[in-house]
């Protein structure tokens, strides 16, 4: 009667919640539950047909409409924009900043780990005897085995440990970095890494429904693409792809083909659950881990940036909640404001039924909250503020959303400050689609990036006043750091920035104080620094953990490395600032940040550009800043400099005038590799 009347007379508090407490009653009685967890890297928000192809994208994706559209579509959906601190929170229930890995990505030999004190997804519900399995990337960490899967929570992986792998050699910098568990994994090369995860996930549920049909089932499938290199079979880029997209965007060719290739995954894998008998016991949950990265062909259109700057393109996830089970809602979008770490709750508790916030959890306490009774029945989020970047490492870098209003504070993200019709791409692959043009689609950071097949142009920020591509703009919010205030409902492209309006100061001082609350935490997030005992060459030319006990059954812990805090200054020392960032075109590198007296006053300083420790570029440091007394820079050199091979590029404010000394930035050195030219961490 209950649930009758709850359809009936929805609107009715009490029935409504009547309703609610039938369904989380059915939903307890289901005695094995699925849940797939299926992550697809670096994609953009018109990268799904449901999306996109409103805007002139060719890139379609069936499976994914289809099953979003029986589902519930998350349309406030929130992730970090990075890889590493995305899956870490997603898997830990924390804000990467709560546990320091809101730092940097994690690549090759990087000793950082998502922390051993923290309890993730697969750990608790293995713990309550579910069978839990990850594929694909990895990305939190193998500096010892206790970072691994297999000592996180999981009783199979199959998939890789860094962030970045050859879709069809399976090598690392040119050593094999791929695993069946613990051991590595026979490598058939030439066979693509999105049809490999998808055949060893579809192997493991069929052995565990059949050897344990019992258990309930959770299964992490976490996909390379879109990531690069850009690589993918060509009979997913012949025929539609071919067809629509034109011949000198062959990036955009090459996500079409990803995307293709990860649709026809989930169409698999759908497929077997159903064919097992259980596909109405299962519940998909689909992410992206960060925006798209539109020089790599991706394409986040019609919101503003891509990954790695915290605009909506960078941040607001493609997600979705769908499957056969039946007390997830039918062709709904929902609104509710979620984040990455609520997946953590949501499956353990809301899902699972498992308690949370105790001892079980790990420590520090959970930042991510139980969402599933928002996506499951029309119950309002209970989150209505998301931290959404962090990083106080250098100078400050974040982004908040509260209620309707976001906040950004500091540099957008990587490459702020310059626009490209075209960039150079790696196309160094020629296995089985070459990359001809070697360039890439429309690259503009702070701007709007259409699908290149829609014939649309780029549009660069209007207060930078950049009319024609490629064009570099001095707007010093956008190169040194600025405030940014945005209205998301109303604004969700992020055209109109409120920051300056003084009808707004009200709401910017709002802001300012939540985002001043975490700041105050002031928890050091971690750079993740290269050891050289990582060496693949040391194990065999294969990636393996290097530090603890070599036994991968102890799972030894993870120690953080000790980073020493800088020297305070001294009375006489030049003062402060910050090397904030590189970016590189066929003929100029330009260096940005700011440097200013120890108390933030004084006469303008000259800042240094050195190359391997010879001046290459100074100038006064003379960019007005929003902050009074800091000084920006905008230096720039001949390409040509670091053309070939590894190099050094660091950053100096020489205060020779009144105190008679240099003194180095932070965030200064960092270097490059190449050819082609890479800014990396040194």
Known sequence: LCCCCCCVFKAMTYLSTCCLLFVLFAQSTVAKLNVLMY????????????????????????????????????????????????????????????????GEVITNGKDSCMPSSVSTIADRLKEDGWATSAYGKWDMGMTTWGCTPTCRGFDHFYGFYNAVNDYFQHLVGGYQDFRNDTNPAPIATGRYMTELLTEDAIRWVQYVNRTTPEKSIFSYLAHESNHGPMEVPLYY????????????????????????????????????????????????????????????????????????????????????????????????????????????????????????????????????????????????????????????????????????WKLMVGVPGGGSGTCYIRMPINSNKSIPYPITPATSPPFCVDGWVPPPENGSKAQPPPDTHCTSFPCTYNNTKYITGGVWLFNIPQDPTEHNDLSKNPQYSDVLKMLTDRLQFYIDKNITQQPPIHDPASSPKNFGNVWTPWQGNPDPSACSPFVPPVVPPPPPPSPAACGIGSMGGVQISKTTVRVTGWCSGPDFTGPTRTALIKVDGKIVASGAANIKREKAGLHGYSLSFNTDIIANGHHQISAFCDCSPPNNGTQQLSGSPQCTTGPPIHVVPC
């Open 237 to 404: 880029i012949t025929g539609h792809c071919a067809d629509n997209i034109p011949s000198d965007h062959p990036a955009r060719r090459i996500i079409c083909g990803m995307m293709r290739a990860v649709d026809s995954s989930l169409t698999n894998l759908t497929q077997t659950y159903k064919d097992l008998g259980i596909w109405e016991n299962t519940i998909i949950i689909m992410s992206t881990d960060n925006g798209g990265q539109t020089k790599d062909g991706g394409n986040n259109f019609p919101l503003r940036g891509n990954k790695a700057t915290s605009y909506e393109g960078g941040v607001r996830g493609v997600g979705w909640v769908g499957g056969g089970y039946s007390f997830v809602q039918r062709g709904v979008s929902s609104n509710a404001m979620i984040h990455v770490s609520d997946w953590y709750p949501t499956i353990v508790h809301g899902i699972a039924g498992l308690s949370i916030n105790g001892s079980a959890d790990g420590s520090p306490p959970l930042d991510g909250v139980d969402v599933w009774h928002s996506i499951i029945s029309d119950v309002p989020s209970p989150r209505n503020e998301t931290l959404l970047q962090l990083n106080n490492r250098h100078a400050i870098q974040a982004a908040i959303r509260v209620g309707d």
């Open 39 to 102: 992550v697809i890297d670096d994609l953009g928000f018109a990268d799904v047909g449901y999306h996109g192809n409103q805007y002139g994208s060719q890139v379609l994706t069936p499976t994914i409409d289809e099953l979003s559209a029986n589902g519930v579509r998350l349309t406030s959906y929130y992730v970090n924009f990075l890889c590493s601190p995305t899956r870490t929170s997603l898997m830990s229930g924390r804000y990467a900043y709560t546990i320091g890995m809101n």
